[in-house]
């Protein structure tokens, strides 16, 4: 399981996860809607805003708000025109970061990532500098409510996934891109909840850290994820989790 996993999943367990509930449905409110947008309101016909559908409703978004998301992205309703961009850059020990970012202003946007990453004692990147680190990948979500970590584990690979880790809350499969909705569909046929499918970017090899170096990762992620344009944060730590445990009590 990536640090990342572990760390969300301590955050949702003390229920800071609540907090970033309006943040987390303007986020898929956009990709819904630049899905729409590049790929018509066909779910049968666009991948991609199967896939954000699935995930906002996942998350419990209701129908209403997805349904106005889909008819600003094909024009039937007045919306704003968002552009997606990546930055890349290293943290705290290292740390290789990919941010995904969908946004109404690119100049706004970069010069914010770039104050949060200096901030942090982060470096801003040249596009490609960290991004070779990083397999493109399918990345599927599972409630671990009601479940174990075998009987997905077996109906994944089943369905042609390629791995399943447990992150606590949830159990991650990773499928081949071309795979994604494919097996997330097998899942849901099985009666398993699936909570989120996207495209990921999944670390070849990762870092430890840990100490001063670990508080300040995590609190450059953070800045990072409220970011009002971010949209995914990938990086290649991993921390202990215990000390991770540790960390969440402090903050």
């Not at 996942?58 to 552009?83: C, F, H, W």
């Not at 042609?160 to 997330?184: C, H, I, K, P, R």
Request: charged share 30%; net charge negative; glycine share 10%.
């Amino acid at each position: 399981m990536s640090g990342h996993s572990k760390w969300a999943s301590i955050k949702h367990k003390k229920g800071k996860a609540d907090a970033a509930r309006g943040r987390l449905f303007t986020k898929l409110i956009k990709e819904i809607t630049i899905a729409a947008r590049l790929g018509g309101g066909s779910q049968d016909a666009n991948s991609r805003l199967r896939q954000a559908v699935l995930t906002a409703k996942g998350q419990n978004m209701p129908a209403d708000n997805i349904e106005r998301a889909i008819k600003k992205g094909t024009g039937e309703l007045e919306g704003v025109s968002y552009e997606e961009v990546s930055y890349e850059g290293y943290g705290p020990g290292g740390v290789a970061i990919i941010v995904d970012c969908q946004t109404d202003n690119k100049n706004r946007c970069v010069s914010e990532i770039r104050r949060i990453f200096s901030k942090a004692g982060g470096n801003l990147g040249a596009q490609g500098s960290v991004g070779w680190m990083f397999d493109t990948k399918g990345l599927i979500e599972v409630s671990a409510e009601g479940t174990t970590e075998d009987a997905v584990f077996e109906a994944a690979l089943d369905a042609g996934a390629d791995d399943v880790s447990n992150s606590g809350e949830v159990f991650e499969v990773a499928t081949a891109m071309t795979d994604l909705m494919a097996v997330a569909d097998a899942l849901k046929a099985r009666g398993f909840n699936v909570t989120s499918a996207k495209i990921a970017k999944i670390a070849k090899n990762r870092t430890t850290i840990a100490g001063k170096e670990a508080e300040q990762m995590l609190r450059l992620e953070e800045a990072i994820e409220d970011c009002d344009d971010t949209q995914n944060v990938w990086a290649n730590y991993d921390i202990d989790e215990a000390e991770m445990e540790r960390l969440a009590a402090e903050s």
